[in-house]
């Protein structure tokens, strides 16, 4: 079993719907929760970002850790074809970020 | 804006032959990561180093990889002899330690895409 599992997809949404995207993790001891967004052809880059449990919201995106069920989410509210990407999940145990575990990631695509 | 530029883009090698990836991390960042992405495995840590240093290369074939940091400018990833297995996009990131805790992350290069026949 891997230490983050994440639902791969592909994720097929309308323009302006609400989307969900989740990751479980069995490793009680992360702290740091990361979501990436990765676009086709590129490097993942840094979305959002949390600290053990609660909720971050930033624009259209909101972040969920929830450490006493081994989950996150990661909410997109008026979804836009531009946010057509992979999502990945990471999560960290230390403060320095080192051996950061990465979910397989989640194919959005948002039609126009 | 800062980034980590990975060189060559693409590269399509045979089997045997030896392959040398480059990274220039972004400048002050004193953290460096290199990770595999394929769709099997995702994204996967190779190697990371900071201030230099290498910290920890457990995830990498130690028969065939090897990864280094001569300078502060430049991180490489040598593979000799690649393996057709060997195939997948290989990520440079840096950071900044401390930093992270802040939610800086890692700023990830665009990837070398490795093709080995």
């Known amino acids: 079993q891997k230490e983050v599992e994440q639902d791969p997809g592909p994720l097929s949404v309308p323009e302006g719907a609400i989307v969900s995207l989740n990751c479980t993790y069995s490793?009680?001891?992360?702290?740091?929760f990361m979501w990436y967004r990765q676009y086709s052809r590129k490097g993942p880059e840094l979305l959002m970002y949390?600290?053990?449990?609660g909720n971050k919201e930033d624009g259209r995106f909101t972040a969920q850790v929830d450490k006493s069920s081994k989950y996150i989410s990661l909410f997109i509210r008026d979804s836009q074809p531009s946010d057509s990407a992979t999502y990945l999940c990471?999560?960290?145990?230390?403060?320095?970020?080192?051996?950061?575990?990465f979910g397989a990631g989640t194919r959005l695509f948002v039609k126009a | 804006d800062a980034r980590v530029t990975q060189t060559p883009r693409h590269k399509v090698t045979e089997m045997g032959q030896e392959v040398t990836m480059r990274c220039q991390p972004i400048l002050g960042h004193n953290t460096v990561f290199w990770y595999r992405q394929t769709m099997m495995q995702g994204l996967e840590l190779l190697a990371y180093?900071?201030?230099?240093?290498?910290?920890?290369d457990s995830g990498m074939p130690k028969d065939r990889f090897s990864a280094e940091m001569p300078d502060a400018t430049l991180a490489t990833l040598k593979i000799q002899p690649s393996e057709p297995r060997d195939s997948a996009v290989y990520f440079c990131?840096?950071?900044?330690?401390?930093?992270?805790?802040?939610?800086?992350?890692?700023?990830f290069g665009s990837g070398t895409r490795l093709t080995v026949v």
């Open positions: 949390t600290y053990s449990s």
């Open positions: 990131a840096s950071g900044l330690v401390p930093g992270f805790l802040q939610g800086y992350g890692y700023t």
């Open positions: 990471a999560m960290s145990l230390d403060t320095g970020g080192f051996k950061t575990i």
């Open positions: 180093f900071r201030n230099r240093a290498p910290l920890d």
């Open positions: 490793n009680s001891a992360f702290q740091y």
